[in-house]
């Protein structure tokens, strides 16, 4: 196990921040598949590289359109982004699905594997994105690049109910080649929704070029309750590097990250410095036309 430095010129702040325990109550069941994927906006942010220990998973597909795409083997390798949910332009996810949202906290590993070459239409379904007349883009999905898991940020949990959903939540992330020439540039203004980093400022970035399409998947050993495997595996991100604009916040901060996932629970709590500019941002998108159904 290896940690190098953080290449960034900033200085270490380690952040103050709330102390054990879950801020929301848990909304009765798990929120419908359009309802919650809708709503689910994650800024990526970089950190540290960490090894985590040596890991072997083998995962399958969730969503119906790559049910036929093969399971497949990988050693997750070395982490070097965090993704952690944000609103945007102010709009806060409705009750009932913020309080799941907020929660998602995926950490991200290094992965390599055989390219897949799918051509997809890709559709935005965030609300705020739609009004923006953003159209729908052709791509190709081709290399896994990253293994995206759910982890809990300084020790703060979900609520029970909430963890039980979130827990199961790994994505898959591809590299993409975009077909689509009509794709434009479009600037937002990010908030963060996870009470761990409730004090960080608001951001204005700018959503440049798509970069990857993270994807559901089920890794070998852990058993997902029905009504959660029937939400999660809607949720596609489609990953945009961004520019942005200039924060008055810290550089980075120190967070302390423990593993959700019931197959990776053995693995110890990892430390991690985080740059606070975002270096790319997941939106929900819909493959082929095949949109969530609502419950």
Not at 8 to 29: D, E, K, N, W
Not at 42 to 71: E, F
Not at 207 to 220: D, E, H, M, Y
């Amino acid at each position: 196990m290896s940690r190098r430095s953080f290449a960034m010129g900033f200085v270490l702040l380690i952040a103050v921040l709330p102390g054990l325990g879950a801020t929301a109550a848990a909304s009765p069941g798990t929120p419908g598949p359009l309802p919650f994927a809708s709503q689910l906006d994650l800024s990526c942010l970089p950190t540290d590289a960490y090894d985590p220990p040596p890991t072997v998973v083998t995962t399958r597909h969730l969503n119906p359109v790559l049910a036929g795409l093969p399971v497949e083997t990988t050693k997750i390798g070395t982490r070097d982004q965090l993704c952690v949910p944000v609103a945007k332009n102010g709009k806060i996810p409705p009750p009932g699905i913020v309080d799941y949202v907020k929660w998602v906290d995926l950490a991200c590993y290094r992965i390599q594997g055989e390219p897949v070459r799918v051509p997809l239409r890709l559709t935005h379904l965030n609300p705020v994105v739609q009004s923006l007349g953003i159209p729908d883009s052709a791509v190709t999905m081709l290399t896994p690049e990253h293994l995206c898991v759910p982890v809990a940020k300084n020790g703060v949990f979900p609520p029970p109910e909430i963890l039980r959903a979130v827990s199961h939540l790994d994505l898959k992330c591809y590299s993409l080649d975009v077909l689509d020439p009509t794709a434009r540039t479009f600037p937002l203004i990010l908030s963060q929704l996870n009470p761990v980093l409730a004090g960080l400022p608001k951001l204005a970035v700018d959503v440049t070029a798509a970069r990857r399409l993270c994807v559901p998947v089920q890794k070998k050993g852990d058993e997902i309750p029905a009504d959660v495997l029937n939400t999660i595996q809607w949720v596609d991100q489609e990953k945009f590097d961004l520019v942005v604009g200039p924060s008055p916040g810290p550089a980075v901060i120190g967070l302390r990250l423990t593993h959700l996932n019931p197959v990776l629970a053995g693995w110890p709590v990892e430390s991690a410095t985080v740059s606070t500019i975002p270096s790319q941002l997941g939106l929900p998108v819909a493959k082929n036309g095949k949109i969530p159904p609502a419950a």
